[in-house]
């Protein structure tokens, strides 16, 4: 079960190793599998900073991605009301990032501020 948390630009804050960046997400979208629920964000650079960030991150550096927050109060309330509903399902979280390929990752997850969710890497 595929849920859209969001259609349409939004944007993600990207922890690395070497600071943050601000970089645009087109879509969101959340599934449930049979024992967690997984995340994904479609990554979209809104201009050539924010497409030469992403590809600093993702070629050089998707390792050290330590935080991914997104500040959307429509994704926010409908991952709340996800989760609630299938709060006994889920055993854990991951989240994919799709920037020219998937990077998944292990993640916790928490909301931040009234319309924040900050997804914590697991090491």
């Known amino acids: ?3 859209s948390l969001r259609k349409g630009q939004s944007s993600a804050e990207i ?3 070497f600071g943050t960046d601000e970089i645009g997400i087109k879509e969101m979208e959340v599934e449930l599998m ?3 629920a997984v995340f994904r964000l479609n990554i979209t650079p809104a201009d050539s900073n ?3 960030d992403a590809k600093n991150i993702f070629e050089n550096h998707p390792k050290s991605i330590s935080r991914i927050i ?4 429509q994704i926010r309330s409908k991952t709340s009301r996800f989760l609630k509903a299938y709060q006994d399902k889920i055993l854990f979280i991951k989240l994919v990032i799709i920037h020219k390929t998937d990077f998944t990752f292990s993640v ?5 501020d009234s319309d924040s969710l900050e997804f914590e890497v697991k090491v």
């Open 34 to 36: 049979d024992d967690h």
């Open 1 to 3: 079960m595929i849920r």
């Open 50 to 52: 924010q497409s030469d």
């Open 70 to 73: 997104i500040r959307d109060g």
């Open 15 to 17: 922890w690395y190793e």
């Open 108 to 112: 916790s997850l928490k909301p931040l």
